[in-house]
């Protein structure tokens, strides 16, 4: 199982990115599904998460500006920023509470990450 993250970048500021998350291997179900973020000497923070039955939360310094939903493409979201400020500048981390099997196994991954990518917002 894994977390395939895409579309971080550099972009000035005002502008907009679109990030996406896909989720794939030996999946049952991805319960919740989001982004976090983190900046040095900092802990990650909340940017947008996703439930299965369509719960969102925000970060509240998002708020407005940030949208999350999840996509055509089974398992993954998609993380549309717009009116992008220096401070959004950070690493992306995609990250799922999910279910998988392997063999007669079923775990459950209450916070499963993938590798970050990295947001840069220019002034």
């Known amino acids: 199982v894994q977390l395939q993250a895409s579309g971080g970048g550099l972009v000035e500021v005002g502008g907009s990115l679109r990030l996406s998350c896909a989720a794939s291997?030996?999946?049952?179900?991805?319960?919740?599904m989001g982004w976090y973020r983190q900046t040095p000497g900092k802990d990650r923070e909340l940017v947008a998460s996703i439930t299965d039955d369509g719960l969102i939360n925000y970060g509240e310094s998002v708020k407005g500006r940030f949208s999350i939903a999840r996509t055509d493409v089974k398992n993954a979201v998609a993380l549309e920023m717009n009116g992008l400020r220096p401070e959004d500048t950070a690493v992306y981390y995609c990250?799922?509470?999910?279910?998988?099997?392997?063999?007669?196994?079923?775990?459950?991954?209450?916070?499963?990450w993938g590798q970050g990518t990295l947001v840069t917002v220019s002034s």
């Open positions: 990250n799922a509470d999910l279910v998988s099997w392997a063999g007669h196994v079923i775990t459950r991954s209450k916070d499963f």
């Open positions: 291997g030996n999946i049952l179900n991805v319960v919740e």
